[in-house]
């Protein structure tokens, strides 16, 4: 993955990779992900979206994607998947263990027990889909100032389970949509990864090198060590 603390998770299903750690739609930036009669995207308006509410404030570095206070925590469970032969209902009870004792909130429980559901050792796709709706009520219910991180955790899920079934239109609409409520260069390399694998290798190249110019310095460091380790991410090493 990254250098945030998932940074190796689940590399069989890579794109779970940014779904763990985890602004509003328009009309305009909706349509930046929908097809034109040519079978070409809209790049233009994708742009537009990833760029349109940027500025300074809204970046944090990636270590801060997670709760800090809940940090701990979500390293341990982390710890606990990365074992290659790790117990799917172990870790499950692990998860619950932390909730209990007031160490994670129900919104990283059920983004953890999201994860765990998704990941190759379990793919159960059902019940992962599931976790993330009830995930979603669960981050409504506890608003506060992190409502819209919780709430990109929740878009990159459902854009990690449309990735792994192959809807990558549906999966770069959820992966823009978590950049925009939540500046990272993790939800950015998912959208260029799946700008890739949609085959649009040169609105790819040429949004990583838009962002460059554009976006936080820490974030292109962040994306750029992305790019140099993540396979996902290879063909944009051509251009360095």
């Known amino acids: 993955m990254n250098s945030s603390i998932w940074s190796s998770l689940l590399m069989a299903n890579r794109r779970l990779r940014h779904s763990f750690l985890t602004a509003d739609l328009n009309e305009s930036a909706y349509c930046a992900t929908n097809r034109v009669k040519e079978g070409k995207m809209d790049y233009a308006a994708l742009v537009e979206r990833i760029l349109n509410k940027v500025d300074d404030q809204a970046y944090m570095a990636l270590a801060d994607v997670v709760d800090p206070e809940q940090h701990p925590a979500m390293v341990e469970i982390e710890t606990a998947i990365r074992q290659p032969d790790f117990d799917p209902v172990s870790v499950r009870e692990l998860i619950r263990s932390l909730h209990r004792n007031g160490r994670i909130d129900k919104v990283h429980m059920l983004s953890a027990m999201h994860v765990l559901a998704a990941s190759p050792r379990v793919s159960d796709y059902v019940e992962a889909a599931r976790i993330v709706a009830e995930q979603e009520m669960a981050a409504l219910d506890l608003g506060g100032p992190r409502l819209q991180a919780n709430l990109a955790s929740i878009d990159r899920h459902r854009g990690v389970l ?76 051509l251009e360095a």
């Open 162 to 237: 449309a990735f792994i079934q192959e809807h990558y239109d549906i999966a770069l609409d959820y992966f823009s949509r978590a950049f925009e409520r939540q500046h990272t260069a993790g939800n950015l390399s998912n959208v260029l990864a799946t700008l890739l694998r949609l085959g649009d290798m040169d609105e790819a190249r040429d949004l990583y090198h838009h962002v460059h110019r554009a976006l936080n310095p820490q974030l292109i460091r962040d994306l750029d060590h992305l790019v140099d380790n993540d396979p996902d991410l290879a063909l944009l090493r």
